[in-house]
């Protein structure tokens, strides 16, 4: 959870930093989401297969480590870049060292509970995510009120140096810190597989077998997470743009809301999810995420388009909440699918498919439809609701579909077992 949480904090900061960064480095609403879009979310794709097959294979808790030492170096160097290809490319290291955690940590988590009990500690992992978003935002806050007029600190050994760059590097030095903590934990022993891993036959057979379940379920998520990771990139210049906020604004008012509601969230999507579990319901993670990005459509609909910036924050906290709470479970349903020596590769394959089609598409997409379309700077708000519109309703139909095609707890079709 720690370590999910600064990953999130690594690769959110750059949305509260977008109007300086932008005007310091001159860059349009298109480049900023190609930066936060696809130089992101394609290499975190690329590289959660290796880290699936090594999940599988090696040590989890050391890949983790390495790989939060990478991405912590990389979110640094990121406020040393003078244009834009030196941005892409550190961005594109945050995605290679973050791809580290995201098969690992559930295949660890697995290993550490039972079925039956697993749903509520992999919500709680989850929280790392949206309480990491939360404090990139109140940190960036606190940093730009503390440098307040003189727009500058002095850090060690570098110097004077703009806000926006002292920011990136305050956030990635926590990082540095948790990879010896990292160590410390055993890795746990693997429940009912082999260190040596599943074959890709073995995969196959199960997702083909899976099919009438995987494919609804990871193109849902996928839909849903356009909206989510478009909302990340863009929200603190919707607020900045529309409602007149400062950054220390949006750190520390939509930071606390996206922080409280994200952490309840995902907590009460992880005990609705156990509670049904316990009444023998097989597929009650999927059921309460379906349910969860149901109640996403309203909040993400009207949010960028109600006239105050307070009213826009709580609304946008209550889709948040709701995100979390999908996030958790669905993460938790895709353990379910496969015996022990293949979570690793199906969660990489859950990632990619999240990764390619969300984190590379939502970001830019908002990008593009506010330089292309509305072409104003206000505009930002119709963009993100537009956006909400193409994917949520389809998305919560097809988990829905998903949920009731899930098969019983237990069911494998492939020969190997």
């Not at 900023?32 to 297969?49: C, E, N, R, S, Y």
């Not at 090696?58 to 406020?79: E, H, K, Q, Y």
């Not at 989850?126 to 307040?148: C, P, R």
């Amino acid at each position: 959870m720690a370590a999910l949480f600064m990953s999130y904090i690594d690769r959110s900061i750059l949305g509260l930093l977008v109007e300086p960064v932008k005007d310091s480095l001159q860059l349009t609403d298109t480049q900023i989401g190609l930066v936060q879009g696809p130089a992101f979310g394609i290499f975190l794709t690329l590289m959660v297969f290796p880290a699936g097959w090594l999940a599988d294979r090696g040590n989890r808790l050391r890949l983790i480590a390495v790989g939060l030492a990478l991405w912590s170096t990389m979110t640094a160097l990121s406020g040393l870049c003078m244009n834009f290809t030196q941005l892409l490319l550190t961005r594109m290291g945050v995605a290679i060292g973050e791809a580290s955690l995201t098969p690992t940590a559930p295949s660890l988590i697995a290993d550490d509970f039972s079925p039956e009990a697993r749903s509520l500690p992999i919500s709680l992992y989850a929280v790392g995510g949206a309480s990491g978003a939360g404090a990139a935002l109140i940190a960036g806050g606190l940093v730009a009120k503390i440098t307040g007029a003189s727009n500058g600190i002095v850090l060690p050994w570098i110097g004077m140096v703009e806000s926006w760059r002292a920011i990136f590097v305050i956030v990635a030095a926590p990082g540095l810190l948790l990879v010896p903590l990292l160590l410390l934990k055993r890795e746990p022993v693997r429940r009912g597989g082999s260190v040596d891993g599943g074959s890709l036959q073995d995969l196959l057979w199960h997702v083909s077998g899976h099919r009438a379940t995987i494919v609804p379920l990871f193109l849902g998520v996928t839909l849903y997470q356009i909206q989510a990771a478009a909302l990340l990139a863009w929200i603190p210049a919707f607020f900045m743009r529309v409602h007149g906020w400062t950054i220390t604004e949006v750190g520390l008012q939509y930071g606390i809301v996206h922080l409280v509601f994200g952490f309840l969230g995902a907590a009460v999507g992880g005990s609705v999810s156990a509670r049904l579990r316990r009444s023998n319901r097989a597929n009650a993670n999927l059921l309460t995420a379906a349910t969860a990005v149901g109640c996403m459509i309203v909040p993400a609909m009207t949010a960028t388009m109600v006239p105050t910036g307070m009213g826009a924050a709580l609304l946008l906290g209550l889709f948040m909440g709701c995100a979390q709470a999908s996030g958790g479970t669905t993460i938790a349903a895709v353990q379910e699918l496969v015996p022990n020596r293949l979570r690793g590769k199906l969660t990489a394959l859950f990632y990619a498919t999240v990764g390619l089609g969300a984190l590379a598409v939502g970001p830019l997409l908002v990008g593009m439809l506010n330089d292309l379309a509305f072409a104003t700077r206000a505009g930002i708000g119709a963009s993100l609701a537009l956006t909400g519109l193409l994917t949520l309703p389809a998305s919560a139909a097809l988990l829905w579909r998903a949920a009731a095609k899930q098969p019983t707890s237990g069911s494998r079709v492939s020969p190997a077992d």
